[in-house]
T-cell receptor, first 114, second 113 residues
Framework: ETGVTQSPTHLIKTRGQQVTLRCSSQ?????VSWYQQALGQGPQFIFQ???????GRGNFPPRFSGLQFPNYSSELNVNALELDDSALYLC?????????????FGNGTRLTVT | DAKTTQPNSMESNEEEPVHLPCNHS???????IHWYRQLPSQGPEYVIH???SNVNNRMASLAIAEDRKSSTLILHRATLRDAAVYYC??????????????FGEGTQLTVNP
């Protein structure tokens, strides 16, 4: 069973640029979610995708957007990067959208915005 | 979202049991209690969850108070690998955004050799 994989592991961008982060879900999982984790804090929910549509969003502006593909892999896109976007970005997959099965997290992408 | 309260840090010795407390006095009747942990440089890892009854799995045990306003994660014999941040999270299985977990700051567990 392949776990959740994320790429790249580290990334450095300049303020104002755009970034795309990628995630491959665990085999058989149809729901993917993204989290932002600032240093020393718990992860914060960004949004969830199910069947290629966003169906839940946290308190993040529209410049955070995503995609889910038919093979359940996913992308997180962030436009107009700000210094505060520097964080660990985590992808998680689960086997159902609602019923509360455990989430399986990747090890994240560390984004640094300078 | 219902809120949980955990101590910021706890310390244990290797091979001794560890009891990690969590208070959730505003828990609703449908909320499950989930525990995740995050080892250094890794994403969170599911540990255990329960609703009303105590639960056991290969990683840990979860003891839930009768009034459900608190719970305790029990690691029966701590190892150095158990050093991590432990998060107690309430999860409503009926929420549309089923993957929305509200993480607090968790408890940093230090395990001494």
């Amino acid at each position: 069973e392949t776990g959740v994989t994320q790429s790249p592991t580290h990334l450095i961008k300049t303020r104002g640029q755009q970034v795309t982060l990628r995630c491959s879900s665990q085999s058989g999982h149809n729901t993917v979610s993204w989290y932002q984790q600032a240093l020393g804090q718990g992860p914060q929910f960004i949004f969830q995708y199910y069947r290629e549509e966003e169906n839940g969003r946290g308190n993040f502006p529209p410049r955070f957007s995503g995609l889910q593909f038919p093979n359940y892999s996913s992308e997180l896109n962030v436009n107009a990067l700000e210094l505060d976007d520097s964080a660990l970005y985590l992808c998680a997959s689960s086997g159902d959208r609602v019923l509360g099965s455990p989430l399986h997290f990747g090890n994240g992408t560390r984004l640094t915005v300078t | 979202d219902a809120k949980t309260t955990q101590p910021n840090s706890m310390e244990s010795n290797e091979e001794e049991p560890v009891h990690l407390p969590c208070n959730h006095s505003t828990i609703s009747g449908t909320d499950y209690i989930h525990w995740y942990r995050q080892l250094p440089s890794q994403g969170p890892e599911y540990v255990i969850h329960g609703l009303t009854s105590n639960v056991n799995n290969r990683m840990a045990s979860l003891a839930i108070a009768e009034d459900r306003k608190s719970s305790t994660l029990i690691l029966h014999r701590a190892t150095l690998r158990d050093a991590a941040v432990y998060y107690c999270i309430l999860r409503d299985p009926l929420e549309t955004s089923g993957s929305r977990l509200t993480f607090g700051e968790g408890t940093q567990l230090t395990v001494n050799p």
